[in-house]
């Protein structure tokens, strides 16, 4: 083959491929974010729901809003260097008896920031944080399951 037959290929492979990409709109999908937590605690072994275990979610606040802030029982956020630089969350809620809650954000939340506090461990302040990036990239609908345990060493 000479080289005017190789550039006639590769334009009918060209030709080829871009003809056969489907033009139609990607629509966004109307269905907003759920996230279903599921919250236990384990003692001696045996894993329980944290009943009444607080739900804290901030709605366009994100990890990196929050480095100098301290958390309040109430689940207000305090700045550290200036104490009337105060955050509150959008929603407070508590873990249900069965040990689950969903959080529906509103839709285009952005940022997100959910800390969830244990009840049952409360006399260590045992809490988890989760943001936008535990939820956004991985699709509508999200699942998780926190497990507070009796040797924890995550935010105390």
């Not at 003809?19 to 966004?28: A, K, S, V």
């Not at 955050?87 to 040990?99: H, L, S, V």
């Not at 800390?115 to 699709?139: A, M, P, V």
Request: aromatic share 14%.
């Amino acid at each position: 083959m000479n080289l005017i037959e190789h550039k006639i290929w590769l334009l009918c492979i060209a030709f080829l491929f871009f003809t056969g990409c489907n033009n139609d709109i990607i629509q966004e999908i109307d269905e907003p974010l759920s996230i279903k937590f599921e919250v236990y605690y384990t003692l001696r072994g045996d894993t329980l729901p944290d009943i009444g275990a607080k739900v804290f979610a901030y709605y366009n606040i994100n990890q990196s809003d929050i480095l100098d802030y301290n958390i309040n029982n109430d689940g207000s956020l305090i700045n550290t260097n200036k104490s009337t630089s105060i955050i509150y969350p959008d929603t407070q809620n508590k873990i249900e008896e069965t040990g689950k809650f969903t959080l529906i954000p509103p839709k285009g939340t952005e940022s997100l920031l959910v800390i969830i506090w244990s009840d049952f461990y409360k006399d260590r302040d045992l809490k988890s944080l989760f943001t936008e990036y535990d939820f956004y990239y991985h699709g509508a609908d999200q699942s998780v399951k926190l497990y507070f345990m009796e040797k924890n060493h995550g935010i105390e």
